[in-house]
């Protein structure tokens, strides 16, 4: 292990550099139960969302296909068997009945967040749809989200090859959805919805295919927040609600059980009142990790004055000794001048030496000035 410090190095005295020695162990500590807690409360995110109402509600109103259905029978007869939660992978393995899992050799086992099948109803195309929705509780600045959203479709269609098809009948592919929930939208994007789909664009001519036929992957994005907007209302309203760590326990039964007639099982009360234990944790952190960042600007604005303060004083001496030598040699000048006056006026230099208090051998040598 290399000394922080090599014989020919020189120690980095700076703020910054005593500052971070001092508070790296309890900054590591702290980061290490700050993601715990969040990997914790995106845990119980993922686990309300996959409830089947939840899901319902976000079929209805988010997927044209079932925008005529009621929320029971989304429920109770498309929707199959029970959502996978962070267990099926994004790449390689195919995907079949609950596997969400999807490897990639290079990039490791990356998880849909919620992965579930769906029957269509009745002439509203193939078989089913494959969805996945995922939530996100802030956009990550290193890609754009869309973008991801984009692989996911591509990996859902392709991992059909096996399952839902095989050899070259790709007419039996079915249409996937990847549906991104963002928790935490800016305002100027809260209560808001994109879809993204394939579309034939004629170019020349006026050949016109089924829709059917390359109507199979749409991505939909839904930025949540803003309860002052006048667009907060319906799965807007219901999804910030149920996700919100700003809105209390009590207020959330409220809302879904009131306006959404989505009645809290005791597994739905559970994760509620984990989800908002969990934001009430990571307030508490945020707090504290706020008044530790605070605590060290003013330790280092408290460095950064002191020093300002001795760099002054420095100056200040600097500047007295300097004015007291322009003084004294101000001071001298005058002397001098009363010295070669009095001389000048026949005044025995014995006199005038003890008048400035000097020797006569030091007034001599100053008259010559």
């Known amino acids: 292990m290399a000394y922080p410090f090599g014989p020919s190095q020189k120690r980095d005295s700076s703020v910054d550099a005593v500052l971070q020695c001092k508070h790296k162990d309890t900054s590591l500590a702290q980061a290490l139960h700050d993601t715990s807690m969040q990997s914790q ?45 962070s267990s099926v992978p994004v790449q390689g393995s195919r995907i079949q009945g609950g596997n969400t899992e999807d490897t990639d050799l290079h990039e490791g086992t990356i998880r849909y967040d919620i992965f579930f099948r769906a029957l269509l109803p009745k002439g509203k195309g193939r078989l089913l749809l494959l969805i996945n929705v995922e939530a996100q509780n802030k956009e990550n600045p290193q890609y754009p989200l869309v973008s991801r959203m984009v692989y996911h479709l591509a990996r859902q269609t392709s991992s059909q090859h096996g399952v839902e098809f095989t050899n070259d009948h790709y007419g039996d592919l079915q249409k996937v959805y990847s549906i991104w929930i ?26 016109k295919l089924k829709k059917p036929d390359y109507d199979l992957m749409t991505g939909i994005v839904l930025w949540l927040g803003d309860p002052a ?54 307030l508490e952190q945020g707090m504290e990790k706020q008044r530790l960042i605070d605590k060290r600007k003013m330790e280092k604005q408290r460095l950064i ?47 005038i030496a003890s008048v400035f208090d000097c020797s006569v051998a030091e007034l001599e040598a100053l008259s010559k000035k």
């Open 41 to 85: 409360y995106d845990a119980a995110c993922k686990r309300l969302l996959s409830e089947k109402i939840v899901l319902a509600w976000i079929l209805k109103e988010c997927v044209p296909e079932y925008r005529e259905e009621t929320i029971d029978d989304i429920m109770n007869k498309y929707i199959e068997g029970t959502p996978e939660v």
């Open 182 to 207: 963002c928790m935490n939208a800016p305002k100027r994007r809260a209560n808001s919805m994109n879809v993204y789909e394939m579309t034939e664009k004629q170019v020349a001519g006026h050949v």
């Open 229 to 282: 907007s006048k667009e907060y209302k319906g799965i807007f309203k219901m999804l910030h609600t149920l996700l919100s760590n700003k809105v209390e326990e009590p207020k959330k039964r409220q809302v879904l059980e009131e306006e959404y007639d989505i009645q809290m099982s005791e597994k739905m009360e559970k994760e509620v009142s984990a989800m908002c234990n969990l934001s009430q944790g990571i």
């Open 305 to 351: 004055d002191k020093r300002k303060m001795e760099k002054q004083r420095l100056i200040d001496k600097q500047k007295m000794e300097k004015q007291r030598i322009q003084d004294e040699k101000k001071t001298q000048r005058q002397n001098i001048k009363r010295m070669k006056k009095l001389l000048a006026a026949g005044i025995d230099k014995t006199t």
